[in-house]
């Protein structure tokens, strides 16, 4: 059997596992919850155009709109109403499905997305997947309503205000990680893609690019790219990441200098950043970058030095593999399109599970774990292993996760 072979008997047995876990589950959310199986379903629908799958990714969104509806839940990307609704709303925008009944329902979402937003913003809460940022995708999508171009306006006001400037350019402090919970005295700043400046580069670079307050944004993209850019450890050895994970207001690592190797940390998430960046603001020179840092990713790492314990979309190979083949495909480097073969055979050898749905269970330190949801479990593995199957299907579901 051939690895496409494999894949195809994988993703049958995925989408029997989700068939129960949608109906079971008690988490609406998007990346953490059954939501994310409606991307699922939607994307192996184009895959074999198999009508029942779209129909299950019906019933997916039907129970979100009872949900959204009848459960309280806070405005969050990952866990909330914003992801959920983005959801939504993109599987109308790539017409598999009809939300011309679901207005009264986004303008409800609106107001709870907005007043979330705009409260943990105050805060200085900007973290992508949990906090206050998260919100402004689902804008992005909402855009040009009225809801949605004040939020976005409250967002760049936010971030011009809270700007800080730093060796290099401009970043926003850290309040999130435990680290910085663990260290109030002194303002760290956060490199991953799911809860950093990674995170705000690339949300500004969407504003940017739907022309949205474009003078105000661009400084502001100028000023965080070059920062990021220079956060760069001074030494890495071959295996060793290019980038920490944390820094301080000097430039300092705090922690350690090496990270590990997935979406939400280490140089795949900043690589993507700088694509989706230099791609939007048709900057060469943040592209080239990108693909250098790609690069050296696919020449260098691995499951050992990259500390990947798993096949998840987060952080394990499932996710890695599609990162790098999306990159190789944009930039037709067969360099990285060979290295997106090694994560998924990788993501394959991890399918060993007897006890785990369709063979894969999660690293949940210091423990294996079940999980179906996008982020974390079998869900995230299928969207991946759909790209693997059939690279002319557009994966833009990796919208949800800032990807590119």
């Keep these: 059997m051939d690895q496409r072979e494999a894949a195809m008997l994988l993703l049958r047995k995925i ?3 989700l068939d ?19 991307l699922f379903y939607a994307y192996y629908f184009q895959l074999t155009g198999e009508e029942q799958h779209l129909d299950k990714a019906v019933a997916v969104v039907e129970r979100c ?36 009944d679901t207005t009264d329902a986004f303008a409800e979402i609106d107001a709870g997305v ?18 206050g940022l998260g919100g402004a995708l689902y804008f992005l999508e909402r855009w040009p309503a009225t809801a949605a ?38 303002d760290l ?20 690019e739907k022309n949205i307050a474009r003078h105000r944004v661009l400084p502001l993209l100028s000023g965080s790219i070059s920062w990021l850019q220079q956060t760069r450890n001074l030494a890495s050895p071959i295996g060793q990441s290019l980038f920490p994970t944390l820094v301080n207001a000097s430039g300092a690592v705090v922690g350690a200098a090496h990270s590990r190797l997935g979406w939400c940390y280490g140089d795949l998430g900043i690589a993507a950043t700088l694509l989706g960046a230099g791609h939007r603001l048709q900057r060469g020179d943040y592209q080239h ?12 790492r691995n499951v050992k030095n990259g500390a990947v314990h798993d096949a998840c979309m987060c952080h394990g190979s499932a996710g890695i593999a599609h990162i790098l083949q999306q990159a190789g495909l944009y930039y037709g480097d067969e360099q990285l399109l060979s290295a997106s073969q090694y994560w998924w055979k990788t993501t394959l050898e991890m399918n060993t599970w007897t006890d785990g ?12 774990i079940s999980s179906h949801n996008m982020l974390e479990g079998i869900a995230g593995i299928g969207l991946s292993l759909i790209s693997f199957a059939d690279t002319s299907i557009k994966p833009a579901w990796q919208e949800s996760l800032l990807i590119f």
């Design 15 to 17: 989408c029997g596992e």
């Design 20 to 38: 129960q876990f949608i109906t079971t589950d008690a988490h609406a959310g998007l990346l953490g919850g059954y939501t994310g199986a409606a």
């Design 65 to 100: 709109l009872s949900a959204l509806s009848d459960t309280p839940m806070d405005g969050s990307h990952c866990s909330g109403m914003a992801g959920i609704a983005w959801c939504l709303q993109h599987l109308g925008a790539i017409g598999l499905l009809d939300t011309a």
């Design 114 to 131: 907005a007043d979330f937003m705009a409260a943990e913003l105050a805060a200085g809460r900007n973290d992508f997947l949990h906090q």
């Design 149 to 186: 171009a004040a939020s976005l306006e409250g967002l760049i006001q936010h971030l011009e205000d809270t700007a800080l400037t730093l060796t290099g350019g401009i970043a926003w402090k850290d309040n999130f990680s435990s680290t910085s919970e663990a260290n109030k005295d002194q």
């Design 189 to 208: 700043f956060n490199l991953g893609l799911a809860h950093g400046v990674p995170a705000i580069i690339s949300v500004l670079a969407r504003c940017y």
């Design 289 to 300: 970058h990108a693909l250098q840092i790609f690069r050296q990713v696919a020449r260098e």
């Design 357 to 368: 749905p369709a063979g894969f269970k999660f690293y949940h330190h210091p423990d294996f």
